[in-house]
Nanobody, 121 residues
């Protein structure tokens, strides 16, 4: 079975920083794109950042210039460095990835359980 486990969430004051990590484990042959989503109470889950297997990145307009995603392919881990945090960044952050379990298997999307980020004003 494949698992994605996030860590690094917490409570921080506005203007502060947090670094989220998401480690994929289990039966993994290869990982394609790795994404970060967030969901605030009463709102839909939104894409925050994407990083492809070769390191190309994309960000939501709301976080450009403040958030940076990176990955360590040897560790099957993706990171989200969040700087200059604002109260509106408060949400549960989820990582997600397209993973192939075996060489001939199809790609499947997996999700982590989420980690809470709370930014106080």
């Amino acid at each position: 079975q494949v698992q994605l486990v996030e860590s690094g969430g917490g409570l921080v004051q506005a203007g502060g920083s947090l670094r989220l990590s998401c480690a994929a484990s289990g039966s993994i042959f290869s990982i394609n794109a790795m994404d970060w989503y967030r969901q605030a109470p009463g709102r839909q889950r939104d894409l925050v950042a994407t990083i492809t297997s070769d390191g190309n990145t994309n960000y939501a307009d709301s976080v450009k210039g403040r958030f940076t995603t990176s990955r360590d392919n040897a560790k099957n881990t993706v990171y989200l460095q969040m700087n200059s945090l604002k109260p509106e960044d408060t949400a549960v952050y989820y990582c997600s990835a397209d993973i192939r379990k075996y060489r001939l298997s199809s790609w499947s999307r997996y999700w982590g359980q989420g980690t809470q980020v709370t930014v106080s004003s």
